[in-house]
């Protein structure tokens, strides 16, 4: 039954580690503001909204809020810093890959639905060559909507040839379990991923605490897979026996 469902998966601190390479872009647009140093252990309660939004955390978090006209410099400036080192220290988390290559072999299509940007995304994807894996990348400026409009996983979904009635959400944030619940899916998270609150906090389906588990919650939405039962004769053809 694997077959018919699909999994989409958010990226960073779902899939991958990549607060260290967010962290140093941010800290290195910082520097050139003259602001100070965000830790990374802060900056991995910053990710999940896009670089806008962390650009406009990050300069909330050193002083005086940025505008929004400074904001749309600040997000092509970090671009620019992160897209030169988008893949230097980030590592998909333990388990992941073996997780997402069972998945494949079983049938699962599967997704990845995230806010970051499309220039980027690609580029990750391809640096840590987990890229054919996935049938659909919709990232955060792929369509005019991102997460939690719930429309931004739906596309996710349909272009990785999925069914909406048989897909399962894994993420690391409250942004991913509101999408997921608007669309009318579950939602499995990481416990490990960005989140300034513990992400059980949020009501997700599941969670989970490393990539070992998720097949084994995988199962809890995914109906096994059963003998197909003999069709009934009708009493007037059992002489054909």
């Not at 299509?109 to 970051?116: D, P, S, V």
């Not at 955060?140 to 409009?149: E, Q, Y």
């Amino acid at each position: 039954m694997a077959e018919h469902y699909s999994v989409i998966f958010d990226l960073d601190g779902t899939l991958v580690d990549t607060a260290p390479d967010l962290a140093a872009a941010m800290n290195r647009v910082l520097d050139k503001h003259g602001r100070g140093y965000v830790p990374i252990s802060k900056v991995r309660h910053m990710v999940g909204m896009g670089a806008r939004v962390l650009m406009e955390r990050a300069f909330a978090t050193t002083g005086e809020p940025a505008s929004k006209e400074q904001l749309d410099d600040l997000f092509d400036e970090f671009l620019e810093s992160y897209m030169a080192h988008v893949s230097d220290l980030s590592q998909p988390y333990p388990g992941a890959i073996e997780q997402i290559e069972r998945c494949r072999e079983a049938g699962f299509r599967l997704g990845i639905c995230t806010n970051k940007p499309e220039k980027p995304t690609l580029q990750l994807l391809e640096d840590l060559d987990i890229r054919h894996h996935f049938q659909a990348i919709v990232a955060g400026d792929t369509l005019s909507v991102r997460k939690p409009d719930p429309r931004h996983l739906l596309v996710t979904v349909r272009r990785a040839g999925g069914n909406i009635k048989r897909a399962i959400m894994v993420g690391d944030s409250e942004n991913d379990i509101l999408t997921a619940t608007a669309a009318g899916m579950p939602v499995i998270a990481v416990t490990f991923g960005y989140t300034p609150e513990p992400v059980h906090t949020f009501k997700p389906t599941a969670t989970i605490d490393h990539f070992e588990q998720l097949w084994r919650t995988l199962s809890r939405f995914v109906p096994p897979v059963e003998d197909e039962p003999e069709p009934e004769l009708d009493p007037k053809d059992k002489w054909r026996l």
